[in-house]
């Protein structure tokens, strides 16, 4: 999965469980961004790159997402 899908997989959670869902690309290094999900939030990678199965976890980890809610 790369960025994108991503972000398309949890702004439509963040619809269906009322949650605010913000990206901001100016808030992080190069070319990551901050993704917000209701008040917790995470650096996201370059947006078309892959990310690993551990990173993923990591990220919906502090997002406090279950991985089968995607």
Do not use: C, R, V
Not at 11 to 26: Q, S, V
């Amino acid at each position: 999965m790369n960025g994108n899908e991503l972000l398309k997989k949890i702004k439509k959670l963040a619809k269906e469980k009322n949650k605010h869902f913000e990206i901001f690309k100016a808030h992080g290094k190069g070319s990551h961004s901050t993704l917000k999900y209701g008040e917790k939030k995470t650096t996201i990678k370059d947006l078309k790159k892959e990310i690993g199965p551990g990173l993923l976890s990591k990220m919906l980890k502090q997002l406090n997402i279950d991985k089968g809610e995607l």
